[in-house]
């Protein structure tokens, strides 16, 4: 599927998204690694909708306004973003970080979601444990981490396989130091956020997840459905962190009968 890399400024910032696909908008949000870029997973949703990858700003790829410093800032940045690039409604899916700033959009701005799609999403704290600090354990152990077999994803070697290069190491250092900044403190959850997810009870949301996610528990999963009124949960055995990526089979049978 073809698609193209674009940028839109939003208030003096040059943003970069990638864009493909025609049909109803459909927002895909990445996780605390970076735009991994135009994705198989982005190639299916392509299919039947206009898929829009956006690099979060501060991210490799994107400006940050100076002002920008805290995740309530991203959140309410992005709806600007929306804005710019003329969504006023639109299906919003998001994985891990990418997944927390969905549903912090949706709560601001219910009316500009038509589905909610979270996808090992951070953003709520477990009752019983904790959500992996990633910073301490560093992006090789977090990624060793973050797949219950790597075996089993097909473009791990594309993705993640390949020795840095100088320009990849200066960008993994550009990405890290964007995610600490909105992410550290609280880490990676929002104390208000759960009581205003009750908010989003007219929204069709999906939550998906790997039921062996070392990263975020299981348990967010399960508290995400429970403070969305009609929210489901599905959940993918022998599966980490990234289940469009581990385990995509099992992902499209959970996705497909939500977006119709």
Not at 32 to 43: A, C, I, K, P
Not at 241 to 253: A, G, I, M, S, V
Request: proline residues 7%.
């Amino acid at each position: 599927m073809a698609f193209e890399r674009k940028y839109v400024t939003v208030g003096g910032a040059r943003i970069e998204y990638f864009i493909g696909g025609s049909g109803a908008p459909m927002v895909w949000l990445h996780g605390s690694e970076g735009n991994l870029g135009w994705l198989r997973v982005h190639d299916e949703l392509a299919r039947s909708f206009t898929v829009y990858v956006p690099t979060h700003p501060g991210f490799a790829g994107s400006e940050r306004p100076s002002w920008l410093e805290s995740f309530v800032d991203l959140s309410r940045f992005y709806l600007w973003i929306f804005q710019e690039l003329r969504l006023s409604k639109a299906i919003l899916a998001g994985h891990f970080i990418g997944g927390w700033l969905a549903a912090e959009m949706a709560v601001m701005s219910p009316n500009i979601v038509a589905r909610l799609l979270l996808i090992d999403a951070a953003g709520v704290r477990p009752n019983e444990g904790e959500i992996l600090d990633i910073f301490l354990h560093g992006s090789e152990a977090t990624r060793r981490l973050s797949f219950f077999d790597v075996k089993e994803v097909s473009d791990y070697d594309l993705l993640f396989g390949s020795k840095p290069t100088p320009e990849a190491r200066e960008v993994h250092v550009i990405n890290r130091e964007a995610a600490t900044r909105f992410c550290w403190k609280p880490y990676m959850h929002d104390p208000t956020l759960p009581p205003l997810l009750e908010r989003l009870r007219n929204i069709p949301t999906l939550v998906i997840w790997g039921r062996e996610d070392r990263i975020v528990p299981l348990e967010c999963g399960e508290l995400y459905r429970k403070a969305v009124h009609g929210a489901e949960l599905a959940v993918i055995d022998r599966c980490g962190h990234f289940p469009h990526l581990e385990k995509p089979t099992e992902f499209w049978r959970a996705l497909s009968p939500f977006l119709g």
